[in-house]
């Protein structure tokens, strides 16, 4: 199974940007979309955004859409979330996942998940 090892999180100013990083281990990486998801307090985990296998599809929430950019680098296996603009509401543990090829914002993800990373947006 693939390990992800997410960074980047921390403490911003609203209006702020923070970019996240997520590592992945073992050789499969490329075979695998990719996605952010976050989890506020008392609140469900949900999607963020995904990439897909070579990069070149992406989508977004509506929360994020505009603000947001995820990317992936398969020679260094690693994907990305730039987060620009960011609003208090954005403040949750950030993690990334593994996901089928195909996969959307509503499903296809293989229940995989990093330690994650904190974002905090303070008003």
């Known amino acids: 199974q693939v390990q992800l090892v997410e960074s980047g999180g921390g403490l911003v100013q609203a209006g702020g940007s923070l970019k996240l990083s997520c590592v992945a281990s073992?050789?499969?990486?490329?075979?695998?979309?990719m996605g952010w998801f976050r989890q506020a307090p008392g609140k469900e985990r949900e999607a963020v955004a995904g990439i897909s296998l070579t990069g070149s599809n992406t989508y977004y929430a509506d929360s994020v859409k505009g603000r947001f950019t995820i990317s992936r680098d398969n020679a260094e296996n690693t994907v990305y979330l730039q987060m620009n603009s960011l609003k208090p509401e954005d403040t949750a543990v950030y993690y990334c996942?593994?996901?089928?090829?195909?996969?959307?914002?509503?499903?296809?993800?293989?229940?995989?998940w990093g330690q994650g990373t904190q974002v905090t947006v303070s008003s």
């Open positions: 996942t593994t996901g089928l090829p195909g996969a959307t914002l509503k499903s296809g993800w293989l229940n995989n």
């Open positions: 073992g050789r499969t990486f490329s075979r695998y979309t």
